[in-house]
């Protein structure tokens, strides 16, 4: 890696370690989850919509493409009620990888909410969320 663009991932990745602040855990997992969100919605934004999917409960509502991967996404980190993460893993707790790469791709903006007060994000390898 050239020095020039080693510093910028390291500068990115410390405004993540700040964003983040995952209390110890290793900045790298975040920034993984960071740039593995950007791409993955790069990618179903690419692809041919899918059909959207009526879910009720207890209104009904059409999930759109986009809508259902980050649905899709949220639960692939989803764990149990009053399970407590491991002290010495070095992955953030399940419910704050969700939030945090959800909020780096501004997911609320596909169901419809308001901008959440902390717009202001990192840029990792020339990627910046939004």
Known sequence: MSTSNKHKYNS???????????????????????????IAKHAVQQH???APIRVCNPQCIDLTSLQQFYVYFSQT?????????????VH?????????????????AAFGC?????SDHCTVAGITAS
């Open 114 to 118: 308001a901008v959440p007060d902390n």
């Open 77 to 89: 980190w989803c764990t149990g009620a009053g399970v407590r993460p491991d002290v010495h893993d």
């Open 48 to 50: 041919v919509p899918t």
């Open 12 to 38: 990115g990745t410390l405004c993540l370690e700040q964003e983040f602040n995952t209390s110890g855990r290793t900045v790298n997992e975040d920034a993984a989850d960071y740039l593995g969100i950007r």
């Open 92 to 108: 953030s707790p399940g419910r704050e990888r969700v939030l945090h790469a959800l909020g780096a791709v501004n997911a609320h």
